[in-house]
């Protein structure tokens, strides 16, 4: 990192904005603000322009899906602002919104996540810079309610393994990193998959959760 | 007969040869002249009159529309195999209706029996609809029966208290009409009140004249009461039959309530939801990421800051503890187990585990719903827990007090204030979920809360809810 990266933080547990803040800070980003409700992350990001902002799902005033409306509403005003929202329930139906036509810079994660800080320091340096970082929880949710069970049966093992991951948003050498192969490996894992599920192949990660989402769904 | 005292009277009378003293108390004095003050006056005022003009016009109505509904019902049940009987059937019965709503509003302009309008005549769509909906209705078939019970009553209270007016003219009367009167009749009865010496008309004797017109007196005097009777035998009729159905308000009293409970449970699990997704599940998360950074910082190749690590997993230890001790709570009644002792022991508590220095001051005459006393506790932890956060304060003070049916908790500090209900840069967030929580019972909450301080959170709860 050349730059510190700024985050914006809209979070209405006091005890877990604190705690993100202090895991950030520790590990070196800038936090442009810390608030409690979709209005003041609002004016927070006009005023400041972090690179990506971390939202919770449920927020003052309804606790339902705030969090999420917000997210949709920033990406659509701020080109280039990352988002990751971040909650402590899985709803699918929030990730088929948030992905309907785009994927770049766009984060979905369970709180849980933040107890590996390595993982999720990483997913946001992901989103930060227009990546994807899809919850394996989402990805699971996905698979499991796919009616393509046929078609992920010609997969082998490996291959749907490499094939979640990169639902998650993982890049091949993150891929690789996580099954300790070699990236020379997951390129052929990747081009098998694409070939088998006769995917539109795209070299950039974003598009390619996309591909792979747009064929759970179907 | 009677003393001469001025409060209480002694009666002495002779009875069987003995001197019986009787002691009657002015209370009883002054009823007693109260019912034969009332019994003399009756028939001279305004009420029996109308009673009788109801009975009048009502039982005239009643009749018509018996005869009417009668012949469309017989009509109708002998044409019942054809689609025409079937109609007329409805019609009868949506005539009686009418005629029980017009009964109704008789009733009340003149005897000012106000019976409730019974549930509307609710058509299902179309002709077929209309039929199947007039034939079912209820309230239409009910009237039919007030006819059918009207109109003999009506007849027979015509008869006695007709009977009774009648008599009691000819009574007071018959002195003065000579020796060719005939014996007064009683209730038409031929043979009339006083037999004398069989068909021997003779002029009357004293006696026999002064006891025909005493009775006559008599019969003017019941004759209000009996007509009352009778009236008021039909208020109940109609109140049984033309007001709404008995059956259906007590469905919709039941609807109500379940509605009512269904909606209490469900407010229930949702406030039970949040409390553990406001606590519980946010502690552990927070807990599992001081863990985690902790984690991180011991498996770094150089040098470790052990210090910060101790401290990170001494924060994560007493994380730990908490979400255990709220977790219990939630389990256990889904409320805090000090609140079993009174807000005042679980304020108190609250106050103890404060990291800032906190005043506890609880005035309460009478204890609140348990709901309103989690509320309370809840209110004052989260602020409390605010004010450790972000207020930078040296003391607080929490005081929850009686006013009314309403309680009135206030939490303030000495800190440096700028708290809003939502902020830019800096915090106050739980503050919104608490009106939230506030209001989910119909109460208020208030922040003054100038920068630089003090800061003063009133919230004002409904003492049950």
Known sequence: MVEALRVAIAEDSAILRDGLVQLLVDRGFVITGAVGDPSALRSSVAQFQPDVAVIDIRMPPTFTDEGLRLALELRDRYEGLGILLFSQYIETRYAADLLSDNAAGIGYLLKDRVADVSDFVEALERVAIGGTALDPEVVTQLMGATRQIDSLSVLTTREREVLGLMAEGRSNAAIANALVVSEGAVEKHVANIFAKLDLPVSDQDHRRVLAVLRFLES | MMGEEADDREVRMRLGGRDVALTVTHEQVAMAKEIVRRILVEPFTKRPWTELAFYLVSGGLAGLGLMFVGLTMVAGVALAITFFGVAVLALSVRSARGLGGWTRSLAGSMLAEHIDDPEPFVAKSGFLGWLQSALRDRVGWRAVGYLAVKVPWTLLGFYVAFSLWWDAVVCLIYPFMGSGASNPPLFGIERGLFFQDGNNYGPPGFFHAVAVVLCGGIFLLAAPWVMRGFVNVDRMLMRALLGPDPMAARVRTLEQARS???????????????????????????????????????????????DRVRELIDEAHRGAKEAIAELRDIARGIHPPALDIGLEGALATLAARSAVPTGVSVDLQARPTPAIEAITYFCSAELLANVAQHAQASRAFISCAQQGTWLRLVVRDDGCGGAQLSTVGSSSSGLAGLTDRVHAVDGRLNLISPPGGPTVVTVDLPLSA
């Open chain 2, 260 to 306: 009512q409970t269904v909606d209490a449970s469900a407010a229930t699990l949702r406030r039970i939801e949040r409390d553990l997704h406001d606590g519980t599940q946010a502690q552990l998360v927070a807990l599992a990421m001081r863990l985690g950074m902790a984690k991180e910082k011991l498996g770094q190749p150089d040098e470790v800051d052990l």
